[in-house]
């Protein structure tokens, strides 16, 4: 089913469109991925989906409900969350309250309750432990090592029990063995019933993980299909042999 | 009709005079990213200079005008920018704020200790001469003011558009970092911009000294005036802040030719700015978030409640041998300097743990001062009923900046602590003109000794409050919209209520204050609450330390203690808040304070405990975000686990991030 759309979105800043006329699909249950050459416009367009760049044309629909004029706080209250390719965790807190704070943020102001929701507390221990923050959980945030900052990041995403996860670069930092089980991680998450978008340059970890991929070059979507049929398209080659017209 | 044009033409020129020192604000903040406060304060001191040159040393006007405006302005402008804001790259907004408010201080007492106040009055140039355009009669003055700002507009026009240098500046809007990386010189164009700013700041100033004053304060507050004309042009668009400035001049021009000359609206004149402003606010457009990198500030040790309960006995303890110690007329003092404390408890949720800064203070503690008058008791419910006005009031005054940046926010604080002073402290509402209230105390509590325990009990109860707020989830909240507003909107926090519920917070604090302060007084007048003197207690507060209960408590004491050391010394009169303002430009470094360093000495004695050491795992794979005090956070890391362990209460090194 598909959770979010992003109709020819298009974004521009003064002369530069950074995003032109994209339009791109993720589906519940589903890790889909977002892939391009740096510059080709995937920050911006996460940028869109969350509220916080207002695009120049386009439509953000979340399970069919058009969210394009909705502030950045009533999407996460609608079920988005993302983590951030500039980090973005709150410095002067502890792992644990950067994850606690968000828990709480969401108990009061989720619209859509869970049944089994649960303690902002309890909610918070079980993230740490399952994204493998314990040995980090007391350590204030700007003192982590940036692996680390993402890690943090993704379980404070989680705190808000999100239907839709948007994850930019958030392997990078990361060591071999921890981006194998971080690709485990988001199998489980997408097996949960999320939507999972993910912006990667670690092709393994993309080519292994998506159900789909989405090529954006010089902000438009240019080839979208499983991974094997991205990897086989010429386009796609050429964006990224850098021969692209 | 004759009387329309008379005031068109009166507001125009005014306007141009508004316009030259707008322009030269929103220069100065787009290329250097700091808002000078102090821009008016800089054209105060100037415009003494200028009359000090024409009239004390007898130098012709154009030539004064010329050296003030083409070579000392320049001068302190670079300055400034080298010795002050220079270490701030990259601060928080509200700390460059609080560094430009010493700025500001500063010069105020400079220009006070240099020309001692008397009156001094300023002629236009060339006198009273003029000519007639219609009905209405314009000064050669008038003309110059005109002229004046069309060679600013040409003038940065060109430079701005037809040169390199001012290529450079206008890129530095956009992107800093990027312009490093083409190796433009991003520490010259910045120097250039405050140059230029404090010129441009400097001939608003000698230009309409005829209309406002030589007054300290009142040209001081100009930055009120260029503000508000700069939000027309959302502090980037020059030709747009111009517009603001023209409107600014009629509407203050038709405002004062066409209300009724009553004696509730004598400040009108002056209000009309800070009126403009809040109109200009509410039409501004949403602000967009910024995305940016970890940041975070490493506050001063939280206590645990048990502990902060043993101090605050302690403190009242204390308190109460000292008023048994002291005379009378000391214990009112005394008193004060706690109260005094609880003001500046009032900025440590706002500006310590959130971040936001308000330049008025002392307005709240004033309405709250008036609404016990008005109550006619400072009885406990009094005193409630003071923190509820003001908090009330203090919501309204963020309503406006809701949707906008911290910045606009702080602005407004001045725009309404101007507006209050000038119109509403003055009415019949509140004090009066040039009025008094009085205050009754506490039933029963007529001794000044009793008065020094309540207090004390007032500032401990707060101080506690603050503390478990700090300990509370809203509390960490307030640190996270501090450290990420970006981060906190895509968690699916409102901010705008938030904010407004932190200043209403503050606000309330404050207003309690008021009410305390009424009843030590008995006597209260506008003149106690004065925006001029928040400005001296922010700085205080900052540099005691306003993310923690004792810099408080040193801030109150300290801005208790400081005109007592002014009037036995008068000859460190201007020097005390110079010294102040000099200390503030060491924020940019410590943004915790005096305060923090004394507990930094209680923790270096920490170390001679052996710890057995716990190290966090390292990933091999990964970088520390923060390289440079990565060292000195793991060894306190480790003794404080150690610490723990052993059962002892350690002080962590980065307290505002361990919640106990
Ligand atoms: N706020 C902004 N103002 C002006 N230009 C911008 C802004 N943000 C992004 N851009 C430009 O838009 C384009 C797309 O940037 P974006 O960050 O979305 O790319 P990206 O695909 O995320 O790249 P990367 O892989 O390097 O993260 C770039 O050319 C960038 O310079
Ligand atoms: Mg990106």
Redesign the pocket.
């Given at each position: 089913m598909t959770l979010l759309e992003a109709v020819d979105v298009t974004?521009r800043?003064?002369g530069?469109?950074?995003?032109g006329a994209a339009s791109l699909a993720a589906a519940a249950g589903q890790v889909t991925g977002l892939i391009?050459?740096?510059?080709?416009?995937?920050?911006?367009?996460?940028?869109v989906i969350t509220g916080l760049?207002r695009p120049t044309r386009g439509t953000i629909r979340l399970a069919g409900e058009d969210i394009t004029g909705r502030a950045t706080h009533e999407r996460a209250r609608r079920g988005i969350a993302r983590t951030f390719?500039r980090l973005e965790a709150f410095g002067s807190l502890t792992v644990r309250e950067n994850v606690l704070v968000a828990a709480e943020i969401h108990r009061r102001h989720a619209l859509r309750r869970s049944r089994r929701q649960q303690a902002p507390a309890r909610v918070t221990d079980r993230l740490i432990e399952r994204v493998g923050l314990d040995a980090y959980a007391d350590r204030p945030a700007d003192t982590v090592p940036t692996g680390i900052a993402r890690l943090l990041e993704l379980a404070r995403a989680l705190a808000l029990d999100p239907r839709l996860l948007l994850l930019?670069?958030p392997s990078s930092g990361l060591s071999v063995a921890e981006t194998e089980s971080f690709g485990d991680l988001l199998r489980e998450l997408a097996g949960e019933g999320r939507a999972v978008l993910i912006?990667e340059?670690d092709m393994d970890l993309i080519m292994r993980v998506c159900d789909r991929v989405n090529v954006?070059n010089f902000?438009a979507v240019i080839a979208s299909g499983t991974p094997a049929e991205v990897r086989a398209d010429a386009g796609v080659q050429a964006a990224y042999l850098g021969t692209a017209a | 009709m004759s009387g329309l044009i008379a005031f068109t033409v009166l507001g125009l020129v005014t306007g141009a005079g508004y316009a030259v020192a707008a322009s030269g604000l929103v220069l100065t903040y787009s290329t250097s990213r700091v808002f000078n406060v102090a821009h008016g304060a800089i054209g105060m001191v100037m415009a003494f200079l200028c009359w000090e040159l024409t009239v004390q040393r007898g130098l012709p006007g154009w030539l004064a005008v010329l050296l003030v405006v083409g070579v000392a302005a320049p001068l302190l402008g670079a300055f400034a920018e080298r010795v002050m804001m220079r270490h701030l790259a990259g601060a928080p907004e509200g700390t460059t704020l609080v560094v430009t408010v010493g700025l500001l201080i500063m010069l105020i007492g400079a220009a006070q200790a240099i020309w001692p106040a008397t009156a001094r009055p300023v002629e236009p140039f060339f006198g009273q001469r003029g000519f007639r355009v219609g009905s209405a009669f314009v000064t050669y003055h008038d003309l110059v003011m005109v002229a004046a700002a069309l060679v600013v507009a040409a003038g940065l026009y060109s430079l701005l558009s037809r040169t390199r240098i001012g290529a450079a500046m206008r890129a530095s809007v956009?992107?800093r970092e990027l312009l490093r990386l083409y190796g433009a010189r991003t520490s010259l164009v910045s120097a250039l911009s405050w140059a230029i700013g404090a010129a441009l700041a400097a001939l608003a100033g000698i230009l309409l000294t005829p209309v406002v004053g030589l007054s300290y304060f009142d040209l001081t507050l100009l930055v009120i005036s260029a503000y508000a004309a700069a939000v027309v042009g959302r502090l980037r668009s020059l030709p747009w802040t111009f517009v603001g400035a023209l409107l600014l001049g009629l509407a203050q021009s038709y405002a004062v030719g066409y209300l009724p000359p009553t004696e509730a609206l004598s400040g009108l004149r002056a209000a009309i700015p800070a009126l403009f402003l809040f109109a200009a606010l509410l039409l501004s457009p949403q602000a967009t978030l910024r995305v940016g990198q970890i940041k975070g500030i490493a506050g001063v040790p939280v206590p645990p409640a048990r502990r902060a309960l043993v101090s605050g006995v302690l403190l009242v303890g204390a308190a109460a041998a000292a008023s048994f110690a002291l005379p009378a007329a000391q214990n009112d003092q005394l008193a004060l300097g706690f109260v005094y404390g609880i003001v500046m408890l009032s900025l440590v949720p706002l500006t310590g743990y959130g971040g936001f800064v308000s330049l008025t203070q002392l307005t709240f503690v004033g309405i709250g001062a008036v609404t016990v008058a008005r109550l006619g008791t400072a009885s406990p419910l009094g005193l409630l009923a003071a923190a509820a006005v003001a908090a009330l009031v203090g919501a309204l005054v963020a309503l406006p900046a809701l949707r906008l940046r911290g910045l606009y926010l702080a602005l407004s604080t001045l725009a309404f602590g101007l507006l209050m002073d000038k119109l509403v402290f003055q009415s019949s509402l509140a004090f009066g003109f040039n009025g008094s209230l009085s205050v009754p105390r506490l039933a029963g509590l007529r001794g000044e000794r009793a008065y020094v325990m309540v207090c004390a009990a007032a500032f401990v109860v707060v101080g506690l409050g603050v503390l478990a707020l700090r300990r509370s989830g809203y509390g960490r909240i307030l640190l996270a919209m501090r450290d990420s507003p970006a981060g906190c909107a895509t968690l699916g926090l409102n901010m705008r209520w938030t904010r407004v519920r932190l200043f209403a917070l503050s606000a309330g604090i404050a207003g309690f204050a008021g009410g305390l302060l009424g009843g030590l007084r008995q006597t209260v007048a506008a003149t106690d609450f004065q925006l001029m003197g928040s400005l001296p207690l922010l700085l205080l507060a900052v540099v005691a330390g306003v993310t923690s209960v004792s810099g408080a408590a040193l801030g109150g004491m300290a801005l208790m203690l400081l005109p007592v050391l002014a009037s036995a010394f008068p000859a460190l009169g201007g020097l005390v808040y110079l010294l102040v303002g000099v200390a503030s430009v060491g924020l940019g470094r410590d943004p915790n304070g005096v305060v923090s360093h004394l507990f930094k000495l209680g923790r270096r004695r920490e170390h001679w405990r052996p710890a057995p050491a716990r190290r966090p795992p390292s990933s091999a794979s990964t970088e520390a975000t923060r390289v440079s005090s990565a060292e000195a956070e793991q060894s306190s890391t480790e003794n404080n686990s150690g610490a723990e362990h052993s059962g002892t209460p350690a002080l962590p090194l980065r307290g505002a991030g361990v919640n106990r």
């Open positions: 974004v800043f003064g530069v469109t950074a995003v391009g050459p740096n510059g080709a416009g995937k920050t911006t367009l996460f940028n760049q390719q930019d670069e912006v340059h954006l902000g | 956009d992107n």
